[in-house]
């Protein structure tokens, strides 16, 4: 059961209801889902996460399909089961590689057999554990594929989010959206 469960539309503010429209479209789904419902009690942050959505998972240089894989490895690595169905989704949704996928999911990023991909992926993953392990030879790594700081940003972004998403899920113990096995 919830901590805090969904702020349902019939009875949320005007303005989360708003924000609930503007966030499943956006990220092509079915129906709001819980991860942006609960987050309506409190418009403004309801608000907030589907803007960090829309210009960091969503938008940018780096193809929504390989911040989904990101997302999906720090979700995993940091036992997020809510996340990591929902990015799971998302991938499948999005027809990523489902070897890709399914190496990700069970924290097998090195079967993934495209290196810039995977070095990526392990990047986001270092980026969301220890960000303060980062080293020169990591940002090194990332240029030599030819990713630019605005790439590389990105990737950063993407862990931060990730981790934000995945405290959001556990600290309120979300439910399950049943429209991810649809996906």
Known sequence: MPHIPPCLPAIAPKESVAVYEEFYRGMHFSAPPNFIMTQGHAPN????????????LVGGIIPRW????????????????????????????L?????????????????????KLRDMIKFALKCSRS????SPEDFSGLRAYGLQVAQIMEIIDMAAF???ANII?????????????KL
């Open 131 to 134: 960000p303060q392990g980062l």
């Open 162 to 164: 990730a981790v934000y």
């Open 45 to 56: 942050v309801a608000r907030a996460t589907w803007e960090a959505v829309r210009n960091i």
């Open 66 to 93: 390989i911040k989904e894989l990101m997302f999906v490895a720090i979700s995993v690595d940091r036992q997020c089961m809510y996340c990591a169905a929902a990015h799971v989704a998302c991938c499948r949704m």
């Open 95 to 115: 027809d990523v590689n489902p070897e890709w996928t399914q190496a990700t999911a069970q924290s097998n990023v090195d079967a993934i057999s495209d290196p």
């Open 169 to 181: 899920a556990d600290a309120t113990a979300m439910a399950s959206d049943d429209m991810f096995e």
